[in-house]
C-alpha cells in the first residue's frame, strides 16, 4: 500500500519570503499522480499544484513550484513571495494512474508572518 | 467554487442515532468520493461510486454506507453514532472513474458532524 509522509508538522515564513514544504511517499508503482492540496480555515481543499511521474520536468503554478526527486520519492512544494493568504493546511497527495483513491499525508501548517 | 455541493455543513447529533449527508458532484462528473477527516485518523478515503456503481472501498465502518443515484447525486448513511465519528465528511468528484487523464478530485466544503 502507498504511503505519504510529511515531516514537518507546522512551518513559519516571513510575508514575501520563501518556504518549502517536504513530502516523501513510499510506492512500487511508475507511473502515478502527486498532488498538493491547501486547506485554510474555510476547510475547503483546494488544489495547488499536480505532477505527473512520467513527467521529468518540475511542475509549477506561478508563486507555487514543486521539486519532483521521483528516484529518491520526495515530493517538496516551494511557495515564493509568500502572502498572507497562503497560511493553511497544506496535504501532499498520491494517487495511482490504476486507482481511484488519494492517499494523503498528515499536512502541514502553514504560518505567515506580517 | 469548486462546483461540488455539500449539505448540510453542519450537523449536530447524540450517540446511537443516523444522519445523512449528500453530495452533489460537478456537472459532468461520474465518480463521487467519500473522505473523512479526523484529529486522529487525518484524511482518509472512504468509498468511490462511478456512474451508480461501487468501484472501490477503503476504511469505511460496517455502519456506514452509501449509494449513488440515478441523478449522479450520493448520500453517505452513517448509523449508531459514536463520539468517535465526529470528524469532517468531504465529498469529492472527478470526471473518470480512475486515475487517467489528471486524476484530480474536486472536493466540496465538508459536513461537520458533531457527536454528543
Known amino acids: 500500500a502507498q504511503t505519504v509522509t510529511q515531516s514537518q508538522p507546522e512551518m513559519s515564513v516571513q510575508e514575501a519570503e520563501t518556504v518549502t514544504l517536504s513530502c516523501t511517499y513510499d510506492?512500487?508503482?511508475?507511473?502515478?499522480?502527486l498532488f498538493w492540496y491547501k486547506q485554510p480555515p474555510s476547510r475547503q481543499m483546494i488544489l495547488v499544484i499536480r505532477?505527473?511521474?512520467?513527467?521529468?520536468q518540475n511542475a509549477t503554478e506561478n508563486r507555487f513550484s514543486v521539486n519532483f526527486q521521483k528516484a529518491a520519492k520526495s515530493f517538496s512544494l516551494k511557495i515564493s513571495d509568500s502572502q498572507l493568504g497562503d497560511a493553511a493546511m497544506y496535504f501532499c497527495?498520491?494517487?495511482?494512474?490504476?486507482?481511484?483513491?488519494?492517499?494523503f499525508g498528515a499536512g502541514t501548517i502553514l504560518r505567515v508572518k506580517s | 467554487d469548486s462546483g461540488v455541493t455539500q449539505t448540510p455543513k453542519h450537523l449536530i447529533t447524540a450517540t446511537g442515532q443516523r444522519v445523512t449527508l449528500r453530495c452533489s458532484p460537478r456537472?459532468?462528473?461520474?465518480?463521487v468520493y467519500w473522505y473523512q477527516q479526523s484529529l486522529d485518523q487525518g484524511l482518509q478515503f472512504l468509498i468511490q461510486y462511478y456512474n451508480g456503481e461501487e468501484r472501490a472501498k477503503g476504511n469505511i465502518l460496517e455502519r456506514f454506507s452509501a449509494q449513488q443515484f440515478p441523478d449522479l447525486h450520493s448520500e453517505l448513511n452513517l448509523s449508531s453514532l459514536e463520539l468517535g465519528d465526529s470528524a469532517l465528511y468531504f465529498c469529492?468528484?472527478?470526471?473518470?472513474?480512475?486515475?487517467?487523464?489528471?486524476?484530480?478530485?474536486?472536493f466540496g466544503q465538508g459536513t461537520r458532524l458533531t457527536v454528543v
Open positions: 456537472s459532468g462528473d461520474l465518480s
Open positions: 510506492t512500487s508503482e511508475s507511473d502515478y499522480y
Open positions: 505532477q505527473e511521474a512520467y513527467k521529468q
Open positions: 497527495a498520491y494517487r495511482s494512474v490504476y486507482g481511484n483513491k488519494l492517499v
Open positions: 469529492a468528484s472527478s470526471v473518470s472513474g480512475t486515475g487517467a487523464p489528471l486524476g484530480e478530485a474536486f
